[in-house]
């Protein structure tokens, strides 16, 4: 049977507050005067329970942080996306708009100019060279016969004996879904944009578009 020296535990931990309700009983048991012992202890009762009570409203509002916290973090990452969204859609209008104003052009004089945006530091403008290859790349491809809806459906359809930079037009190709459908997430670095270029430009030299 446990005595008075005894710490006080719960089930599970030590009980804290038990433990606060002992201590300052003893502090403020020896107060002088006539009912002193008393008064210490109804001192010590109503100093635990406040620390009972303040801990309480800390836990509710510890509680309410997390969840607004929680709250943040899944609202970031939809804005995130969203973000990405309007990213792709930027590259996308850019591609429509250089289709208006330039897509009337001369092979060649088209190569030219994505040879001059991959020549440049800005990644929207390596982005912008690629998207307008690939444009190139799919009109070779109706030119020549190649049949399918989509350029990755035309590759297929092309034999490697015929289409010796199939392959080429394959990396290539990817390359510029990456850039169209990835969104902020995909991190086009200049090394990757001049070699895709390369390889369109291979492609297009087999079928003497440049």
């Known amino acids: 049977m446990g005595d008075s020296n005894d710490v006080l535990f719960n089930e599970y931990s030590l009980d804290f507050f038990a433990f606060l309700g002992l201590l300052f009983e003893r502090l403020f048991s020896g107060v002088s005067g006539g009912g002193g012992g008393q ?3 109804e001192l010590a009762v109503a100093i635990v329970s406040w620390l009972s009570q303040a801990w309480s409203i800390f836990s509710v509002f510890s ?6 916290f929680i709250f943040g973090l899944i609202y970031a990452y939809i804005r995130h996306g969203q973000l990405g969204l309007v990213e792709v859609e930027g590259i996308l209008h ?6 208006e104003l330039y ?5 060649n004089q088209r190569w ?6 991959i020549t440049g530091d800005n990644p929207n403008d390596w982005k912008l060279a690629i998207i307008e290859a ?3 790349l799919e009109e070779i491809l109706n030119q020549a016969g190649y049949a ?3 350029i990755g459906d035309k590759l297929k359809s092309a034999s490697p004996t015929s289409f010796t930079t199939v392959q080429q037009a ?9 850039v169209a459908h990835g969104g902020a997430d995909f991190v086009l670095t200049k090394k990757t944009a001049q070699e895709t270029i390369a390889q369109y430009k291979m492609v297009f030299q087999e079928f003497g578009a440049v």
């Not at 509680?63 to 607004?68: G, M, V, Y």
């Not at 850019?94 to 289709?99: A, I, M, S, V």
């Not at 030219?112 to 945006?117: F, L």
């Open 39 to 41: 008064n210490g202890e």
């Open 63 to 68: 509680w309410f942080l997390s969840i607004l």
């Open 94 to 99: 850019q591609e429509r708009l250089y289709q």
């Open 103 to 107: 897509g009337k052009k001369e092979g």
């Open 112 to 117: 030219r100019d994505v040879e001059m945006h």
């Open 134 to 136: 690939d444009v190139m």
């Open 148 to 150: 399918g809806t989509t």
């Open 170 to 178: 394959w990396r290539a190709h990817n390359v510029r879904n990456q």
